[in-house]
């Protein structure tokens, strides 16, 4: 079974820094694309970044040159360091795996999240 | 970006009711596009992906259907278990841009 647990969210002051881990089991990690996906309380769904299973990064205009993704593929492992945090990164924060058959590519499964607040 | 809307915002039905969730891109993304369920306080779930394609194990009930910019999830009959919040989602260019959700409640 594919399982994707993160951790690492806690309450943080604005410009603050904080890593957010995700452990994944059940599948060959490094055959994959993994995605960190965020959804702030009461709002939709907000893709924040992805990382391809060699080592490509993408990033949304809103965490650009904040947020870094990356990935130990030895230990089956995403990870997201956020900097400079701000109010608007509150979130609870999703580590997703991407699947595809060819050509198509979407979201499945999903973690149960690590929530983020940013709060003085 | 690719910017995704859905209607309506919420929307109230009863059991057994049919309902449509509309989601329209503002260019095309030809049939990329993946529909997730989510159910209060859980992770959202796949539903449908590539605009009409059902995911293993999601009930039949279940259908999507449109390409370049218009899209449509339908539910035929309402099950008690899918009062829930869906979203749509373009997976055709990177930033993956979600819609803002549906809201499925009970009337």
């Known amino acids: 079974e594919v399982q994707l647990v993160e951790s690492g969210g806690v309450v943080v002051q604005p410009g603050g820094s904080l890593r957010l881990s995700c452990a994944a089991s059940?599948?060959?990690?490094?055959?994959?694309?993994m995605n960190w996906v965020r959804q702030a309380p009461g709002k939709g769904l907000e893709w924040v970044s992805h990382i391809t299973w060699d080592g490509n990064t993408y990033y949304a205009d809103s965490v650009k040159g904040r947020f870094t993704i990356s990935r130990d593929n030895s230990k089956n492992s995403l990870y997201l360091q956020m900097n400079s945090l701000r109010t608007e990164d509150t979130a609870l924060y999703y580590c997703?795996?991407?699947?595809?058959?060819?050509?198509?590519?979407?979201?499945?499964?999903w973690g149960q999240g690590t929530l983020v607040t940013v709060s003085s | 970006d690719i910017q995704m809307t859905q209607s309506p915002s919420s929307l109230s039905a009863s059991v057994g009711n049919r309902v449509t969730i509309t989601c329209r891109a503002s260019?095309?993304?030809?049939?990329?596009l993946n529909w997730y369920q989510q159910k209060s306080g859980k992770a959202p779930k796949l539903l449908i992906y590539g605009a009409s394609r059902l995911q293993s194990g999601v009930p039949s009930r279940f259908s999507g259907s449109g390409s370049g910019t218009d899209f449509t999830l339908i539910i035929s009959s309402l099950h008690p278990e899918d009062f829930a919040t869906y979203h749509c989602?373009?997976?055709?260019?990177?930033?993956?841009?979600f819609g803002q959700g549906t809201k499925l409640e009970i009337k």
């Open positions: 989602q373009q997976s055709f260019s990177v930033p993956y841009t």
């Open positions: 059940g599948f060959t990690f490094d055959d994959y694309t």
């Open positions: 997703v795996k991407d699947t595809s058959v060819t050509p198509f590519n979407w979201f499945d499964p």
């Open positions: 260019q095309t993304i030809e049939n990329y």
